[in-house]
């Protein structure tokens, strides 16, 4: 049984992608840095799944990532994948990020996924697996006040297709840039999902704002083997929002 890591897997498309894995036949190993979010997932998820695994670990951490991967090596022997998905996002102004902030964003969200790739890859090469990476389609357009996020985001598209060309033939490296997913409900202690408006789903040319799942299916594409001559690209997935020219 092919053994996939998910990063931020505790919550969000994390959560819901490790879920759609498991009921796909694949052994996950979810790894989540908030200890509560990952208490839910494995209380939700274990009995249900005995190909789970529930570990904690801060990516932007190198011995917790250390650390993770031998857990993971220990119980399923094997790694055939890695999903990057662990992301932290600020909304402040220049004048009110602190540089701290402004390194835990990247540490976790750029430094982090060069950790993970680092040290899965010589798992990753004995089994020819693959790296899929959360992008983002803020890489390449902005709200305002999201400075940390969308600088490692745009990290993530370059890092992708450097993974590509240097790990490459034995692994391939992707990433997936979400438009707007709707995750309110995914969030840890299960809040109310937020109200989405008709106004929200009828600007995407799709006719509606994004679920987990479509998210989780593109993942799924990339894992399968017999789509091996895909490696350094971006896939956004969106809705058609950034085709969309928009006039006031």
């Known amino acids: 049984m092919k053994t996939i890591i998910i990063t931020g897997a505790g919550q969000g498309i994390g959560r819901a992608t490790a879920e759609f894995l498991l009921n796909h036949d694949y052994a996950v190993s979810l790894w989540e840095a908030d200890p509560e979010a990952l208490a839910e997932a494995s209380d939700e998820l274990s009995a249900a799944h005995p190909n789970a695994q529930f570990v904690q670990c801060d990516?932007?951490?190198e011995q917790s990532v250390q650390q993770a991967i031998k857990k993971t090596v220990k119980?399923?022997?094997?790694?055939?994948a890695l999903i990057n998905n662990a992301a932290v996002m600020q909304y402040k102004s220049i004048d009110d990020l602190s540089f701290e902030e402004w390194n835990r964003a990247i540490g976790v969200n750029l430094s982090g996924l060069f950790l993970c790739a680092k040290y899965t890859a010589p798992h990753l090469r004995e089994q020819r697996g693959t790296i899929i990476s959360l992008c983002s389609t803020r890489a390449f357009q902005s709200e305002p006040d999201t400075f940390g996020y969308s600088a490692s985001k745009g990290g993530i598209f370059a890092l992708t297709h450097s993974?590509?060309?240097?790990?490459?033939?034995q692994v391939r490296a992707n990433c997936i840039s979400p438009?707007?997913?709707d995750v309110s409900g995914l969030k840890k202690g299960h809040p109310d999902p937020e109200k989405i408006r008709p106004a929200d789903h009828s600007q995407h040319p799709a006719g509606r704002v994004g679920r987990p799942d479509d998210i989780a299916r593109m993942i799924l594409f990339l894992l399968d083997d017999a789509n091996d001559f895909i490696t350094g690209q971006n896939f956004v997935v969106d809705g058609g929002m950034t085709r969309k020219m928009i006039y006031v």
């Open 59 to 61: 990516v932007s951490d």
């Open 75 to 80: 119980q399923f022997g094997r790694i055939d």
């Open 163 to 169: 993974l590509a060309m240097s790990l490459g033939p």
């Open 179 to 181: 438009g707007w997913i």
